[in-house]
């Protein structure tokens, strides 16, 4: 029995961020669907965040739980609002 090998890559992204990811400018919308692609737009957004003090080096190993580290209003964590 022949025919061609079909490989199945993972998801890394959800649509959103994929589709956000285009409009940026950091994936070129045919390789949106290549997990690679889309793993390396990630890590240039990342890098271009840390680079202008958006984010530090810290925060991008996170738990998913402490990924807003300014909160909801816009304080940060451990501290209170308004």
Do not use: F
């Amino acid at each position: 029995m022949g025919g061609a090998v079909v490989r199945l890559e993972r998801r890394v992204a959800s649509l959103a961020v994929i589709t956000k990811l285009v409009e940026l400018g950091y994936l070129q919308p045919g390789a949106r669907h290549r997990a690679t692609a889309v793993e390396r737009a990630i890590d240039r957004l990342r890098s271009d965040l840390v680079r202008q003090g958006v984010i530090c080096d810290s925060n991008l190993s996170s738990s998913l739980k402490d990924e807003d580290q300014r909160g909801l209003l816009g304080t940060k964590i451990g501290e209170r609002g308004p």
